[in-house]
């Protein structure tokens, strides 16, 4: 028997593809219509590619100043999920979040992996998670990335081998 441990976060996470250059309009404008969560909102966004802002809810959004092949790549995968009658938003493929959260490699990132590899078990695509995620731990200069998801894809495969 599996024992999955997942984490429920109060927050969305989006992708804004912005491309290179002209950022700082696309963060004045969101910064219009939300709070800012950092002091001095634009500079880190354009220093992190990432607006965190908070909805009037109190709710966390992170908007990610996409503009990579992988970004765009992700968004054009992404399929529509209907969270409520009527109310549909685009979601990434499990394998584009397994290559985003790896790569971020925070723990919690981490717990999320293990998560979406337990969840997904036998339907992963593992060789376009490793083609997307491989020049991007290189770029990032983090090859022990690439190790640890081995290692937890195949603590992942064990824990669902017996289900």
Known sequence: ?????????IDVDVTLLTGFGNEESFIREILSWYEPRVPDAVGFALRNRVVLVQAPSGVGIDIALGGLPFEE????RSTLYEFAPGTSLRTASAEDLIVMKAFASRAKDWVDVEGI????????DWVYV???LTPLAE?????EILDRLAAMRINAEEKTAGL
């Open 1 to 9: 028997m599996a024992i999955l441990q997942s984490r429920e976060t």
């Open 139 to 143: 770029l990032k200069g983090e090859p």
């Open 130 to 132: 490793l083609g997307h």
């Open 117 to 124: 590899a337990i969840r997904q078990a036998g339907k992963l």
């Open 73 to 76: 790549a992700t968004v054009e």
